[in-house]
């Protein structure tokens, strides 16, 4: 959408790219040599799009490679380590982890732009909000930075590392927490774990949760699960990555939407295949430089993320969320199967508690199975995966057999949930 507040915003970035590249070209090694020979002056006065065109796009392969290459943070910082303060590490779902570092003002930054999460989902200490983070203390950069952010925004921070899924709910009982940030698979977890342990939600007051990590918390059934298990309350979803930051808030005025913040990230989406910007309504792949981050940057990084570009209002949006990732996709006798596809098929069926997707490549063809944890209160376990079935063959016209195991048979999770399973090959793939 093409206007005078967008040319303002992208000619701000433009800026902010350009003075990005002045300060760490000198001394980052890894970008100097890759944009050896692009020209990176204005002659001509190009536009943001024109400019970004020059860069080349950086992917997580090399990331990894340089890594390798130069172990333990190959040359991905502009400056000497000394510089440094904060040590993260991706989770490892795409492939081997990153280990990022950050300084003190990069770090103050992306903390500013978590605050803005809390800020458009209307959490304050001055409305008297108590965040509870159901989260160990690790790696993790989510944690950190949400813990973080809402230290900034006043709150009261209570932090449940090293607890059980029960001790975390009395915590946020006893504290009157009124804000809960966890996974969208915790968020179902935790209920789970009130009824094992005769706990009531009703007892909390929870009004808010705020989950990432997965794209589970742009699904609409997912939502409407976790809302009803905790009474009613908002569910809010938000994304963000190890190696670039916080990224996106969900739209106020249109929930399960996706808003970048544009101010800190110039935001692409683009065909995977041809590279070219996709037009308003299409599915593309996020790439995203980061315009704050000067001790380990990233420019034009291809996140791998599926996206459907819109816009809510004049503000650029994602629906539904993260849809998932170029390489969850696996293909079943022609048809593309994404988790997120599945997830949204699954977790319409209340009855469910945990499920695992097995993938059987020691086959002829590539085939998927479904395994389903019931609730303790359901009655027609054959019923219930006889109904998953026809649900799942609607969805892909594709037959995938389902059986329902036994209650707690399946493994629960507090963080990224490990559902998508490799029969007969060397990887798992995860959601």
């Given at each position: 959408m093409n206007g005078p507040r967008r040319a303002k915003l992208e000619a701000a970035q433009l800026r902010q790219l350009q003075a990005l590249l002045r300060t760490i070209l000198p001394h980052h090694r890894f970008y100097a040599r890759k944009f050896a020979g692009v020209d990176l002056t204005r002659r001509g006065r190009p536009s943001l799009q024109e400019f970004l065109r020059r860069l080349p796009f950086t992917t997580k392969a090399e990331?990894?490679?340089?890594?390798?290459?130069?172990?333990?943070?190959?040359?991905?910082?502009?400056?000497?380590?000394?510089?440094?303060?904060?040590?993260h590490q991706?989770?490892?779902?795409?492939?081997?982890?990153?280990?990022?570092?950050?300084?003190?003002?990069?770090?103050?930054?992306?903390?500013?732009n978590w605050t803005q999460v809390y800020r458009a989902a209307g959490i304050s200490g001055a409305r008297g909000d108590r965040v509870f983070f159901a989260f160990s203390f690790g790696p993790f950069i989510g944690f950190w930075?949400?813990?973080?952010?809402?230290?900034?925004?006043?709150?009261?921070?209570?932090?449940?590392?090293?607890?059980?899924?029960?001790?975390?709910?009395?915590?946020?009982?006893?504290?009157?927490?009124?804000?809960?940030?966890?996974?969208?698979?915790?968020a179902l977890r935790l209920g789970e774990a009130a009824r094992e342990e005769g706990i009531s939600l009703r007892e909390l007051k929870i009004g808010k949760l705020i989950v990432a990590g997965e794209a589970g918390?742009?699904?609409?059934?997912?939502?409407?699960?976790?809302?009803?298990?905790?009474?009613?309350?908002?569910?809010?979803?938000?994304?963000?990555?190890?190696?670039?930051?916080?990224?996106?808030?969900?739209?106020?005025?249109?929930?399960g939407a996706l808003v970048p913040m544009?101010?800190?990230?110039?935001?692409?989406?683009?065909?995977?295949?041809?590279?070219?910007?996709?037009?308003?309504?299409?599915?593309?792949?996020?790439?995203?430089?980061?315009?704050?981050?000067?001790?380990?940057?990233?420019?034009?990084?291809?996140?791998?993320?599926?996206?459907?570009?819109?816009?809510?209002?004049?503000?650029?949006?994602?629906?539904?969320?993260?849809?998932?990732?170029?390489?969850?996709?696996?293909?079943?006798?022609?048809?593309?199967?994404?988790?997120?596809?599945?997830?949204?098929?699954?977790?319409?069926?209340?009855a469910v508690t945990e499920y695992r997707v097995e993938i059987h490549q020691d086959r002829a063809m590539t085939e998927v199975s479904l395994h389903v944890e019931p609730s303790p209160d359901c009655g027609d376990t054959a019923g219930l995966a006889a109904k998953i079935e026809t649900a799942l063959e609607t969805a892909f016209a594709l037959r995938i057999p389902v059986r329902c195991v036994a209650v707690g048979a399946l493994p629960k999770f507090e963080m990224?949930?490990?559902?998508?399973?490799?029969?007969?090959?060397?990887e798992a793939r995860k959601p």
């Open positions: 990331l990894v490679a340089n890594q390798a290459a130069h172990p333990p943070f190959g040359t991905l910082h502009t400056y000497p380590l000394k510089r440094y303060v904060r040590f991706t989770s490892g779902t795409t492939g081997a982890p990153l280990r990022w570092l950050d300084t003190a003002e990069d770090w103050s930054w992306m903390v500013d930075l949400a813990y973080e952010a809402a230290q900034r925004a006043g709150c009261l921070c209570i932090p449940g590392g090293g607890l059980s899924s029960a001790a975390r709910l009395r915590v946020m009982i006893d504290t009157g927490a009124t804000v809960l940030c966890c996974t969208p698979t915790y918390g742009g699904i609409p059934a997912v939502r409407e699960r976790i809302s009803q298990l905790w009474n009613g309350a908002q569910v809010l979803d938000h994304h963000g990555m190890t190696e670039i930051g916080p990224v996106t808030y969900e739209s106020p005025v249109r929930p544009e101010d800190a990230y110039i935001v692409e989406v683009i065909d995977p295949k041809s590279g070219e910007e996709v037009a308003v309504g299409a599915t593309g792949e996020l790439v995203l430089t980061a315009l704050g981050r000067f001790g380990s940057p990233l420019l034009r990084y291809r996140t791998g993320d599926r996206v459907k570009k819109i816009f809510v209002g004049r503000q650029l949006a994602f629906e539904g969320g993260i849809l998932g990732r170029a390489d969850d996709m696996i293909v079943v006798r022609g048809v593309n199967l994404y988790p997120s596809g599945v997830e949204k098929v699954v977790r319409a069926f209340a990224k949930a490990k559902r998508w399973i490799v029969i007969g090959g060397t």
